[in-house]
């Protein structure tokens, strides 16, 4: 099982669709959370963390199940720039390392 | 503000080639610092990461090193460069260990001709 895994993608979606992206991770020691965007040819930027208790900026809420080891990225009112790859972090757990997924690719067509 | 720069953007090597890759961050000290490699359509694979100067640990066995000669500065490195080095080199830093994300340099895209 990979330490994080995340819905194989692409998704294409119309503007103004709702969009959900999950993740999964194996290391139940993990201690933060993260989304990161990825654009084509870009380096990553980190888009939000994700909080025990969720949390949300603007259009993008996460969500943190820790029983299930299980973070979800929602997009609401998908724009046409919300097009990128979304990556799934996990960091912590005892170690220094930081565990990315591979990477969800969103389309938004008009 | 805290920056962190990474050079060159592009890069074409022939095989067998060395290789130098430099990132220096600004506006912090003592961060932790990370050389990522991400091949063409995959994700991002931790090569290096060092938690003060000379002080690095390798995840990866292959034909690269890394270096911190001093806080600010992180260098990867190859003697000789291998067709599967090509890929897009990746510097982090962070505050402490994870739990404040990353900051990414904006990467190298190395190709081994």
């Known amino acids: 099982r990979k330490e994080v895994e995340q819905d194989p993608g692409p998704f294409n979606v119309p503007e103004g669709a709702t969009v959900a992206f999950n993740c999964t991770y194996s290391?139940?020691?993990?201690?933060?959370f993260f989304w990161y965007r990825q654009d084509c040819r870009k380096e990553p930027k980190l888009l939000m963390s994700v909080y025990s208790s969720g949390n949300e900026d603007g259009r993008f809420t996460a969500q943190l199940n820790r029983a299930s080891q299980y973070i979800s990225l929602l997009i609401r009112d998908s724009k046409l720039s919300d097009s990128a790859t979304y990556l799934c972090v996990v960091g912590g757990g005892g170690g220094f390392k930081t565990i990315f997924g591979a990477g969800t690719r969103l389309f938004v067509k008009a | 503000s805290q920056t962190i720069h990474q050079w060159p953007a592009t890069l074409v090597q022939p095989v067998g080639s060395p290789l130098s890759l430099e990132c220096t961050v600004e506006?912090?000290?003592?961060?932790?610092l990370y050389w990522y490699r991400q091949a063409a359509g995959r994700g991002l694979q931790l090569l290096f990461y060092s938690v003060g100067i000379g002080q690095i640990s390798s995840e990866v066995p292959q034909n690269l090193s890394a270096s911190r000669p001093q806080d600010w500065q992180f260098i990867l490195s190859s003697k000789k460069l291998l067709l599967s080095d090509s890929g897009f080199y990746l510097c982090a830093w962070s505050v402490g260990h994870t739990n404040y994300g990353y900051t990414f340099g904006s990467g190298t895209r190395l190709t081994v001709v």
């Open positions: 290391n139940s020691a993990s201690q933060s």
């Open positions: 506006g912090t000290s003592n961060p932790n």
